[in-house]
């Protein structure tokens, strides 16, 4: 859903307000940490898996009221999923799960999956396991970005 060019749905206030699963996990198997320079918002997410769940995940994000929302939202999404299930994660699921974003804030629920893949990402290279290509592209295109 398209929201005017800043009005922000109920569900981001509420997630920017309180947001679930803020801070920092303590020996992490994965962390992801992405930005935007073009805004400067950055978000660095943390996970903890077993048995190939992510079994907790965690957030810091220093950005706008959409990019906390984003942040508090894909926790949400993907906590008790499997990795592969978290994989399919896109930003229309996040921006379905906020009731929407203003057009001019839909870069911050791509943010949050790009943190959600690098976790992903960096928790798979530790553990010497395959990295899915659609996984691989993403880290690809990111790192060819922030060079």
Do not use: W
Not at 49 to 64: D, H, L
Not at 80 to 90: H, V
């Amino acid at each position: 859903m398209i929201r005017s060019q800043f009005q922000y749905s109920k569900k981001v206030l509420k997630h920017f307000r309180n947001p679930h699963n803020l801070g920092k996990i303590k020996n992490p198997d994965g962390v992801g940490e992405v930005g935007n320079m073009a805004c400067g918002d950055v978000m660095k997410l943390y996970i903890k898996v077993k048995n190939n769940v992510i079994t907790e995940i965690k957030f810091e994000t220093y950005g706008c009221a959409a990019a906390i929302a984003t942040s508090s939202v894909i926790t949400d999404l993907v906590k008790g999923k499997t990795i592969d299930e978290a994989i399919k994660m896109t930003n229309k699921d996040v921006i379905d799960s906020l009731d929407g974003l203003p057009p001019i804030k839909i870069h911050c629920s791509l943010l949050s999956i790009d943190a959600l893949s690098e976790a992903i990402y960096d928790y798979l290279i530790k553990e010497k396991r395959e990295i899915p290509e659609e996984v691989a592209l993403r880290h690809k295109r990111l790192k060819v970005h922030s060079s």
